[in-house]
Structure formats: structure tokens, C-alpha cells
């Protein structure tokens, strides 16, 4: 059984950076991060895929977030930069057995607990 545990959310001005991680028990992985705003159908934010050979990112947050990763650690990062106000939400790590960095959410076996992430304007 794999964990995620995510870690690195918190309140933010907007125009600022946070970075999130999230430590991946078990085997390497594809790995990815989604959020949902309140109100909101939880989406697609990036993806790595086990190899770090591909990467996708959100049309909303290309160019402000990037992904990484390192595997010595089982770790994916989430780096945001230029917040603004609709980058709120819960951020959540998530895992899939496989090579493909998919975007949907139903190709992810494991989950983590989800962080706040608030961008005050």
C-alpha cells in the first residue's frame, strides 16, 4: 500500500511562491497534483511521470508552477510562483501505477490528504 503525505501549503500574498512536496512510500511512481477550490470540481494541476521523462501542466498554471521530483527520496515538488487569488484551494498529491503522466483523476490509484493552499489579494 502506498502513502502520500503532502506537505508546504499555507496562507500566501498574492504575486508570492509556496512549494509544495509530497513523500511517496513504496515504489516510484507516477505522480501528480490536483486542487480543488471550494465550490469546485477538483482538477488537474501537473503531472511527472515515474521516469520524470513527461511532464504536463494545466493551461492555468503553466509558467507560474513546476514539477519535480526526486527519486532517491520518493518525493515530488510542486513549485508556485505569481499566486493570485484563484490558485486557492486544497492541493493534493497523487500516484498511479504506470508510465503515463495522465491528467484525468481516475487514473490514480493513491491519494494523500490533500493541503490548504490560500492566496490572500
Known amino acids: 500500500q502506498v502513502q502520500l503525505v503532502e506537505s508546504g501549503g499555507g496562507l500566501v500574498q498574492a504575486g508570492g511562491s509556496l512549494r509544495l512536496s509530497c513523500a511517496a512510500s513504496g515504489r516510484t511512481l507516477t505522480m501528480a497534483w490536483f486542487r480543488q477550490a471550494p465550490g469546485k470540481e477538483r482538477e488537474f494541476v501537473a503531472v511527472n511521470s515515474w521516469d520524470g521523462g513527461s511532464t504536463h501542466y494545466a493551461d492555468a498554471v503553466k509558467g507560474r508552477f513546476t514539477i519535480s521530483r526526486e527519486n532517491a527520496k520518493n518525493t515530488v515538488y510542486l513549485q508556485m510562483s505569481s499566486l493570485n487569488a484563484e490558485d486557492t484551494a486544497v492541493y493534493f498529491c497523487?500516484?498511479?501505477?504506470?508510465?503515463?503522466?495522465?491528467?484525468?483523476?481516475?487514473?490514480?490509484?493513491?491519494w494523500g490528504q490533500g493541503t490548504q493552499v490560500t492566496v490572500s489579494s
Open positions: 497523487a500516484a498511479r501505477v504506470g508510465s503515463g503522466a495522465a491528467t484525468e483523476s481516475y487514473y490514480y490509484n493513491y
